[in-house]
């Protein structure tokens, strides 16, 4: 299939109707997800859902989180039946999750004295009931498969969720990018980058500042006491609304290292064509060949071999590793990350699959542009700021 460039727009595409900041329509895909527990637990003979999983918690709650818990057993739970659906929660949160992440979504609340511990609670709930669970507890049927397959599939609000922290992400590699002074060490950089996300609501989850050439010696870094010089690589994986997002961008001063020009161009290319297979029914397999072929064409053939090339991403920054053996086709309204890499060149953007094709929830911003025709299609992948 011949793909359709990239929507290089962050404003673009569906779900342009949807208003993040009002509850309504937060809670109408609450109250969808909870149809679709429904189905499920007539579908598995279950009586009930009890939810323990971070990921399923803010998916089921369309972007509500557990900030501030630092114990997994004190961790809050959700429990659903057919008709109704409460949150299991200690007392010393119930009233900050009701008051920052679900108000008004509609749940009822079972507490625990925090003394006492979630286990007790949990297992009265499941007493003389039969109960499914995300994950392995007590008796309960594990259903956790059939919820991340249920999960993956992004509803119309979550859609406009994801492009509103897209936007975000790019935004802060960018602006910091526009900003970075030679001399400053990775370490200040990062703390700039994770200033910007956080400064809007984004949690950042990992971030790379390699400067000078380090990510050809690491290619999955973080952020040291080395001193920027002459061009730096700026990965960052963010998450708002419970979502996951992943982008890079690279910065020079003056002229880039032809080297280096060589190995970002390349990058560019092999990204480009993940992008452009990026459809529904496309088979990660025949994708990642493609990819192969590209490195093999730039005379970087052994730069595939260094790295994971890609994920479907969604509430979890890897939801599923993309790799020659996953043989799942990718599906509409999925969310990929592709992150080609040769040498110290890094090319990561985040993309939504949909049915007219791939679109950029990462596009840049204010930011050169590398154009590459792929099939008679062309496409954009963000170039080197020269700076």
């Given amino acids: 299939m011949i793909a359709m460039p990239e929507n290089t727009s962050p404003s673009q595409g569906t779900a342009l109707d949807i208003n993040l900041s009002s509850q309504s329509d937060r809670r109408l895909d609450v109250d969808a997800k909870h149809q ?92 003389g009931r039969k109960v499914a669970c995300d994950v392995p507890f007590s008796s309960c049927s594990v259903i956790g498969v059939k919820l991340q397959s249920l999960r993956l599939s992004l509803s119309e609000y979550e859609r406009a969720c994801y492009r509103a922290l897209g936007q975000i992400v790019a935004h802060a590699l960018e602006a910091t990018g526009r900003t970075i002074r030679q001399g400053e060490t990775e370490r200040e950089v990062a703390g700039q980058l994770s200033h910007r996300l956080i400064h809007r609501g984004a949690i950042p989850l990992s971030i790379t500042v390699a400067a000078d050439g380090r990510s050809r010696l690491y290619r999955q870094g973080s952020f040291t006491a080395a001193t920027i010089r002459s061009y730096c690589v700026l990965t960052v994986t963010a998450r708002k609304y419970g979502l996951c997002a992943r982008a890079s961008r690279s910065v020079c001063f003056d002229q880039p290292d032809p080297l280096f020009r060589k190995e970002h161009d390349a990058a560019c290319k092999v990204s480009a064509t993940y992008v452009a297979s990026s459809w529904p029914d496309a088979v990660p397999r025949q994708i990642l060949a493609s990819g192969q072929r590209i490195y093999q064409i730039t005379g970087a053939e052994y730069e595939w071999y260094l790295c994971p090339q890609g994920q479907v991403t969604g509430r979890l920054p890897v939801e599923i590793e993309l790799t020659p053996r996953h043989e799942d086709v990718l599906q509409s309204n999925w969310a990929v990350s592709w992150h080609a890499s040769v040498g110290a060149a890094v090319s990561c953007d985040t993309f939504l699959i949909s049915e007219d094709g791939p679109t950029a929830v990462t596009a840049p911003e204010n930011w050169p542009l590398k154009r590459i025709r792929i099939q008679g299609a062309e496409f954009v992948r963000p170039d080197l700021l020269l700076r």
Avoid at 52 to 64: D, V
Avoid at 83 to 99: C, K, V
């Fill in 36 to 127: 679709l527990i429904a189905n499920v637990l007539k579908e598995v003979g279950c009586d009930a859902l009890l939810v323990l999983a971070p990921e399923n918690f803010a998916w089921l709650t369309a972007g509500g989180a557990a900030r501030g818990i630092l114990d997994t057993e004190a961790l809050p739970a959700l429990y659903y039946n057919s008709e109704g659906r409460w949150l299991i929660s200690s007392n010393a949160d119930t009233q900050r999750l009701f008051d920052e992440e679900i108000d008004s979504m509609g749940f009822q609340v079972k507490e625990w004295n925090w003394h006492q511990g979630r286990a007790s609670l949990l297992e009265d709930l499941c007493q």
